[in-house]
């Protein structure tokens, strides 16, 4: 079966470390701070302004002057901080955040990806995305992978306009975990329940597969 | 030096068809309300716009859509907003998407007296066509430039009189880079205080950056996406 969102975020959630601060794009991965093993202390970046951010408030203490990059209404937890656009990106492009996650319409196998735009339907701009992927270290990307239409997302080369390039180096999709290196797609672990033959049949770009491929632990 | 004016119609006396303003807020958070709401009233026209969003159709700089007074929006993320999509989609909206990092960076350049600076947002991408391009430290960086206009409308929390101000939380985002980058610097604010009455430890804004404080009559400070989570 494949992951639905909560599972991506779940899994994404197990790469995180002790003591990172870690930026959560819009969707999917918002929703792996809710899933933060136990042990692990990370703080959330949201790049319009906040470090330590915390849950959605309770019903009745929401405020229009506390949101996140997504623009929810969110809380700070003890120690968090507030800082202008420009201080919160050079955290970002000074590589102070140890993790970015976000989303992808489309990655090709040299680590190029595709959010933010498709000529002449939809353009909502990419915020902050082409300055979290040009300087993160580290970029895990969730994503669905492939359309309704069977069409695969993860691909020899993007067709949409990118908002980044070389620069992912993990995806979490529904189906697979994979890493992406040497130009290539590298099978790391399957969603339970997804057999390899799926997975490479949903996989435009070229695909390593080992000759053994575990299920993911969630 | 006293930067009060009476009230909204004051403060933004001079600002013209053809004028490039810069808006602060993020989403609808932090945005000056009071004084979209004269641009409204004055029905300036051909401005350019540049401000991180476009607002939603009835509410922040969507008013200004609307109306189309706003010839070219400059901005990093403009979901949300159908008649922006329309009038973009169909040519009537001139559009300059930039990274948000980018945005900011250029503000702050342009209230610092820096005209350009490198960074690696966007290398590769359609918004790194035709800027130079330089590697530093085995990677390719790209020239942007600094940005400013002819007015900086910004919105805080607390002012005094002298124009220093204090925002609240994530209202401050793009607020005090913008206000630097003012020929003219407009600032509304929710309550203001007399010389004195603010810490000047915990200024955001020093008042240099500011030509033109007044309390907004009221704020709606409507929320964009409402995420609560219910008490046990």
């Known amino acids: 079966m494949a992951l639905d969102k909560n599972g991506i975020a779940r899994r994404i959630a197990q790469e995180l470390r002790h003591g990172w601060y870690v930026n959560l794009g819009i969707g999917i991965p918002t929703l792996v701070a809710n899933y933060i093993p136990e042990g692990i202390d990370v703080e959330f970046q949201s790049e319009n302004g906040i470090l330590g951010m915390g849950p959605f408030p309770f019903e009745g203490e929401e405020s229009a002057d506390l949101i996140n990059a997504g623009k929810q209404t969110v809380t700070l937890r003890k120690g968090a901080c507030i800082f202008d656009s420009a201080l919160s990106f050079a955290m970002i492009r000074g590589q102070h955040v140890q993790l970015t996650v976000l989303g992808a319409m489309e990655v090709s196998q040299n680590g190029d990806i595709a959010n933010w735009k498709i000529p002449g339907k939809m353009v909502k701009g990419m915020g902050g995305a082409m300055d979290l992927v040009a300087s993160a270290e580290n970029i895990i990307v969730a994503m669905i992978h492939a359309n309704k239409a069977g069409e695969s997302k993860l691909l020899k080369k993007c067709s949409l306009p990118l908002t980044g390039v070389g620069c992912v180096k993990r995806i979490v999709s529904d189906l697979a975990v994979l890493d992406v290196k040497d130009n290539k797609f590298h099978l790391v672990e399957r969603a339970p329940g997804v057999s390899v033959e799926e997975i490479i049949r949903l996989t435009e770009g070229d695909l390593v597969v080992p000759e053994s491929v575990p299920e993911m632990n969630i | ?232």
């Open chain 2, 1 to 232: 030096m006293n930067k009060r004016v009476k009230n909204v119609e004051e403060a933004c006396l001079g600002i013209q068809d053809g004028m490039t303003l810069m808006l602060g807020g993020f989403g609808l958070c932090g945005i000056p309300e009071n004084c979209i709401g004269q641009l409204v009233k004055m029905k300036v026209k051909n401005l350019v716009c540049i401000s991180n969003n476009a607002g939603v159709d009835d509410f922040g700089l969507g008013l200004l859509l609307q109306n189309r007074q706003i010839r070219k929006m400059v901005s990093s993320y403009v979901g949300e907003n159908e008649e922006f999509e329309r009038q973009m989609l169909s040519g009537e909206l001139e559009v300059d998407l930039i990274p948000q990092g980018s945005l900011a960076e250029r503000c702050r350049a342009g209230g610092a007296g820096i005209p350009a600076f490198y960074t690696p947002a966007g290398f590769g991408t359609e918004i790194a066509v035709g800027k130079e391009m330089k590697m530093y430290n085995g990677k390719p960086h790209i020239l942007e430039s600094a940005l400013t206009a002819d007015f900086a409308i910004v919105k805080a929390w607390k002012g005094d009189t002298e124009g220093n101000l204090i925002y609240k939380d994530t209202a401050r985002n793009f607020n005090p880079l913008m206000a630097m980058a003012g020929k003219i610097t407009i600032a509304e604010v929710e309550e203001l205080v007399k010389p004195g009455d603010l810490d000047p430890n915990f200024i955001h804004t020093p008042g240099i950056f500011v030509q033109r404080i007044f309390q907004g009559e009221k704020y709606e400070k409507r929320i964009e996406q409402r995420t609560v989570r219910p008490r046990k």
